[in-house]
């Protein structure tokens, strides 16, 4: 058994590796889009938002075998490499006077699709860097760890892009490849290869016949095509808040500012890591959505009485109880999956939720139309929106919840429970 000692040393590295790549990445997004002052930053975002969504569709599976194929601490140090050079190079062109569209393009594009590598690669990484028990808590600092250096960034909006800020994010994209390359993990063999085509509808099988995979799918999909109607819902509520506050000298209080962006993730978080012991992950997910979910009625009372208040009530509750549910379910996912098939498991929900997000489109025009004529009608229907998405979780508690109980008999006789395939 490892001692306590070697294993925090090694989860340390591998969250910091991957705080630095979660922040990199994203903050270089807008410097690529402004990295040559000639080109329209308006073509290139159009770009961005539709080029990179058919690549992950096109790449996601084949990459997701790939990391079933190959040893996971290896796919996160190339890929964050990979994107140290794709960055580097738009610097490098900046520098040189050089840089063209087709240039931009491919790199904006690479790192959408590395993006996504490294997050499944980290998915699929992490039990092997911790116990089953402790994946809800470490996927908990994973998620909080980026906010802590984007948070001061964003309030601090003294950032200046340009060719010094990419060679800056390229040099921490390597250091986060080293700090990859220092966790030592013990990871099972990578299973033979038998064809692309035969691997990933492996991966689509057992996520379909599995019931607690299977569901969270289902959550997954429906929560992406139902977002634009919470969106439209409290971007109506937060102008009818604003216009409560137009004729006072203080305007929309800030620290209400900070509680709507980033208490949901801090509050959630510390909730998830409080309560899953005594839940379990998947409970803990569905009791936390059912739960947050009816505040979003209080996006109605946004024009009356202290409107910010209820604002930041509709859009916080329910945000937090967004993330308890990611983290969790995140976390029954990897406790669930054969080690051999995380990487093709995560690489499908991609795809589901990158096809549902495509779908939301559609609705967003009728969401906001909706929202524009005000009154209860808005926050109505986006609360039964989050809602929905709970049913398939409801249907497969009983499913989850036979195999958290048999994971706890197995520890309790001394089995070693099962992280790996």
């Known amino acids: 058994m490892t001692s306590p000692g070697p294993a925090r040393r090694r989860f340390a590295l591998f969250a910091l590796a991957a ?31 539709n080029v990179v969504p058919v690549a992950i569709l096109v790449l996601a599976l084949p990459l997701g075998v790939l990391i079933d194929r190959t040893r996971r601490r290896s796919v996160l140090v190339v890929s964050a490499l990979l994107g140290a050079a794709v960055v580097t190079s738009v610097a490098a062109a900046g520098a040189a006077g050089t840089s063209a569209l087709p240039h931009l393009l491919v790199v904006i594009t690479a790192s959408g699709v590395l993006t996504m590598v490294t997050g499944l690669g980290a998915d699929a990484y992490l039990p092997s860097v911790v116990r089953r028990e402790r994946l809800l808590p470490a996927n908990v600092l994973l998620t909080l760890l980026p906010r802590i250096v984007v948070v001061p960034v964003t309030l601090a909006g003294t950032v200046r892009w340009g060719s010094a800020f990419l060679f800056a994010v390229g040099l921490a994209l390597a250091g986060a490849a080293a700090l990859f390359r220092g966790v030592c993990a013990v990871e099972s063999p990578p299973p033979p290869a038998t064809g692309l085509w035969r691997e990933t509808a492996e991966g689509i099988r057992f996520t379909a016949r599995h019931p607690a995979l299977r569901a969270i799918a289902l959550y997954l999909v429906l929560s992406a095509l ?22 006072t000298p203080t305007g929309f209080p800030w620290w209400l500012r900070i509680a709507r962006v980033h208490g949901p993730s801090v509050i959630g978080a510390l909730l998830a890591v409080l309560l899953h012991r005594r839940l379990g992950t998947f409970r803990l997910a569905w009791w936390a959505l059912l739960a947050s979910a009816p505040f979003t009625l209080l996006l109605a009372l946004s024009g009356t009485g202290p409107g910010p208040i209820w604002y930041v009530l509709g859009a916080a509750v329910p945000a937090a109880g967004t993330v308890i549910a990611a983290v969790a379910l995140l976390s029954h996912r990897q406790a669930v999956t054969p080690h051999r098939l995380l990487g093709r498991t995560g690489a499908l929900l991609v795809v589901l939720t990158t096809v549902a997000d495509g779908g939301a489109d559609l609705l967003e025009w009728p969401a906001e139309r909706l929202a524009e004529l005000g009154g209860v009608a808005p926050a109505a229907l986006a609360t039964v929106a989050a809602l929905a998405p709970v049913a398939p979780l409801l249907r497969a508690r009983r499913a989850a919840a036979d195999h958290d109980a048999g994971a706890a008999a197995a520890s309790e006789a001394g089995a070693p429970t099962p992280t790996k395939g």
């Open 19 to 49: 705080a630095v790549v979660c922040v990199c990445l994203p903050l270089a997004e807008p410097a690529l889009w402004t990295a040559d002052r000639g080109l329209s930053l308006k073509i290139l975002v159009m770009l961005d938002r």
């Open 226 to 247: 139902f977002a634009g109607i919470a969106d439209a819902a409290a971007g109506a509520a937060w102008e009818t808040a604003l216009n409560g506050l137009s004729g």
